[in-house]
């Protein structure tokens, strides 16, 4: 069958034990502890150093804890079954004594018990009692603080057992442990001797060594604050005070503790209460500490919440400014490439008509060259003419000189002269046709050198405006290289603010679990308080109880030694009498002779 292990580590007489405990289910805290206290105080018998007594190599276990892994607070208390899984690490602390200081080290590797250890009750058939949830331990400090119950004194007196505590009442695991290691260990294994030790160095808080009457009477009545007169005080004082030297020292106090024990338990176990007190004022001014400061923590997890959320907002607020300006960056970067795409088609448009613009020139060109061809035709022509003309004329004036000369032939040369007239009249018409050929090419030059000189200026035009259109599409193409740019940058910016955003979420998202992570431990800390309240609540009721009781026992105890006091007077004085009458009987009186008895 499978079984449940736990190991429990011990300080045994400033050694490191560490056991592993076998269960066959998983144990409650009260059988845990009952089971490590047994098998470590027969350990501890075993181990026991030559010349020590059997009680002081007892343990007096007031505490057990159980490892949490948690850095910050790698111990806690063990209150429930639920803290315990199997190979659980556990560590018992024991109350300070002259024979034990719990001291830190190191926790050794958990081994099985040694033989010899009777480990029966971890195979008990008996049923396992489950605790209520809740339900602290015993408190001390991790080095041993001195721990009692305020009940101790009645239950050592009436001989009343730790089951029967734990059944009266309603806490089972605080009664068992107080009852059994606090009544047990403290009223049965400590000597009426150091009990007296402790309440004398309480009364002497100015460690002269011996006490006065005003000092013992002070500390009766104000320190222990003992229900008694001053009178009755002062009468105990003088039968501490043997010698009537007027002090008590430490060895007339043993007197005290013979004469009064009901008392003296009475004084220790207050005295004990007050290092119980002040460790619980110290307990509760650390919890009420540690309060405050979650609660301080709070507030500043939840001021950094705060703080987080506005930054989310105003980060979020940036970003949609980002993208806001992201795309009025974009709108400007495509308004600047469609004027630079409009500047290039209206450039292409200038080029084409630049392109007729050339073309009609180069027309222009040849159709003047072809007309200044026409032209120097017709002055050859004419030229060609005038020489014919000339030529015709001077054969007319040779012809008129032969005229008279050759009047015979005139009638045969006037066929010639009327040809020659017939020729001459061509070549004038010849001539006229070519002026007004040369007037029409002239006219003609003139109208190319007019239409060169338009389209020399669409030339010039078009090439300014293909020039004004390619430095607006430079122009249009900087803008928009600038507005691509500035997208670049808003974008590279939004994908920052957006990490950012990722990144104050993410910080309010850890501020939202530290929030709760520290509302939650403001609770267990409240919890924690208001159930060491309702602890130091019920010792205080179960103190005023058991004060009741022992002011009973003290007026009893006194009154009965008063009583005592004086039959022991009124023998003496019967004695007295008794001597006396006997002398007055003269000398033939058989004597007697009484011995003085011991007192009881």
């Not at 030559?50 to 505490?63: C, E, Q, S, T, V």
């Not at 721990?147 to 007196?157: E, I, N, V, W």
Request: aromatic share 4%; net charge negative.
């Amino acid at each position: 069958m499978p079984y449940f292990h736990v190991y429990v580590a011990c300080d045994v007489f400033g050694k490191k034990l560490n056991y592993d405990l076998t269960f066959p289910a998983p144990p409650a805290p009260n059988l845990l502890l009952e089971v490590a206290s047994r098998v470590f105080n027969e350990v501890a018998e075993q181990r026991r150093p030559a010349g020590l007594p059997a009680d002081a190599a007892r343990l007096h276990i007031i505490k057990l804890t159980v490892h949490t892994g948690q850095s910050g607070r790698p111990w806690a208390d063990l209150i429930s079954g639920g803290q315990l899984y199997n190979g659980v690490q556990t560590y018992l602390l024991q109350n300070r004594s002259q024979w034990h200081t719990e001291v830190q080290g190191r926790i050794p590797t958990a081994e099985l018990p040694p033989r010899g250890v009777s480990l029966e009750a971890l195979v008990s058939p008996r049923p396992v009692a489950q605790p209520r949830e809740h339900v602290s331990l015993p408190h001390a400090t991790p080095y041993g603080e001195q721990f009692s119950a305020r009940a101790a004194p009645s239950m050592a007196r009436e001989g009343v057992s730790a089951g029967t505590v734990a059944a009266r009442e309603p806490s089972g695991i605080r009664a068992t442990v107080a009852a059994a290691h606090s009544a047990a260990n403290s009223a049965a294994t400590v000597s009426s001797r150091d009990k007296a030790s402790r309440v004398f160095d309480e009364l002497d808080a100015q460690r002269q060594g011996a006490l006065s009457e005003s000092a013992f009477v002070k500390g009766l009545l104000h320190t222990f604050y003992v229900r008694l007169d001053a009178a009755r005080a002062r009468r105990i004082f003088e039968r501490t005070d043997q010698d009537s030297d007027g002090v008590v020292t430490r060895a007339d106090f043993e007197r005290f503790a013979s004469e009064f024990p009901a008392l003296l338990d009475a004084l220790y176990f207050r005295a004990c209460d007050r290092d119980l007190d002040t460790a619980q004022r110290r307990e509760m001014k650390a919890l009420q500490e540690g309060l405050s400061q979650t609660e301080r923590g709070l507030l500043q997890a939840q001021q950094a919440r705060a703080k987080s959320e506005a930054e989310k907002e105003a980060g979020r607020k940036q970003l949609g400014h980002t993208e806001e300006v992201v795309e009025q960056s974009r709108r400007k970067e495509q308004a600047h490439r469609d004027r630079a795409d409009q500047s290039t088609r209206a450039a292409t448009e200038s080029e084409l008509r630049l392109g007729d613009a050339v073309r009609a020139f180069n027309d222009a060109q040849e159709s003047e060259e072809r007309c200044r061809g026409s032209i120097q035709e017709a002055i050859h022509e004419q030229e060609i003419a005038e020489r014919r003309l000339a030529q015709q004329q001077h054969e007319l004036q040779r012809a008129s000189e032969r005229q008279e000369e050759l009047r015979r032939e005139l009638q045969e040369q006037q066929s010639v002269v009327l040809r020659i007239q017939q020729a001459v009249g061509d070549c004038e018409s010849h001539a006229a046709a070519a002026v007004r050929r040369r007037s029409d090419a002239t006219i003609k030059a003139q109208e190319h050198e007019r239409v060169t000189a338009e389209a020399r200026e669409a030339v010039t035009v078009a090439e300014q405006m293909i020039a004004s259109h390619r430095s607006d599409r430079a122009e249009h193409d900087r803008r928009a290289q600038e507005a691509a740019e500035a997208v670049e940058r808003s974008e590279a910016n939004r994908q920052l603010q957006e990490r950012a955003v990722d990144g104050l979420i993410e910080r309010v998202r850890q501020s939202h679990g530290l929030c709760e992570e520290t509302q939650n431990r403001l609770e267990e800390q409240r919890r924690q308080l208001r159930q060491k309240e309702e602890e130091n609540s019920n010792l205080r009721s179960r103190r005023r109880e058991a004060s009741a009781e022992e002011e009973e026992l003290i007026s009893h105890e006194v009154s009965l030694r008063e009583q005592r006091e004086q039959l022991e007077r009124s023998e003496l004085q019967l004695r007295h009498r008794h001597t006396g009458f006997s002398r007055a009987m003269g000398e033939n009186q058989p004597q007697y002779a009484v011995s003085p008895s011991r007192p009881r």
